[in-house]
Nanobody, 122 residues
Framework: VQLQASGGGSVQALGSLRLVCSVT????????MLWYRQTPGKEREFVAA????????YYSDSVKGRMTISRENRKNEQYLWMNSLDPDDTAVYYC????????????????WGQGTQVTVSS
């Protein structure tokens, strides 16, 4: 299973971005899909997750209300819609996949994408 994240870039505060994660090698509906982010010197931080059928989602408190996770199983893609971006959102964003639902620990992730940089300037 391979995950490819794209859509990162540089934006000003309060701007928006959409991240895309394309999955190959397996059907997307087998997995819970997630997004994490990481800044230098810090641990990888959970951002959002979505169940295999998109019926359930959950978010970290720091992004709730500003970011939306979604997926299109027929396209084998998941998305992170990022609004009202803040400089504190600056990080490398990673898409991830796992079986089962619940829990935010990065240790539960089975497959990782390569990361895409998001930079928010004030």
């Amino acid at each position: 299973v391979q995950l490819q994240a794209s859509g990162g870039g540089s934006v000003q505060a309060l701007g928006s971005l959409r991240l895309v994660c394309s999955v190959t090698g397996e059907r997307l509906e087998k997995f819970t899909m997630l997004w994490y982010r990481q800044t230098p010197g810090k641990e990888r931080e959970f951002v959002a997750a979505i169940s295999w059928n998109a019926h359930s989602t959950y978010y970290s408190d720091s992004v709730k209300g500003r970011m939306t996770i979604s997926r299109e199983n027929r396209k084998n893609e998941q998305y992170l819609w990022m609004n009202s971006l803040d400089p504190d959102d600056t990080a490398v964003y990673y898409c991830a996949a796992r079986r089962g639902f619940g829990g935010t620990s990065a240790a539960l992730v089975e497959f990782w994408g390569q990361g895409t940089q998001v930079t928010v300037s004030s």
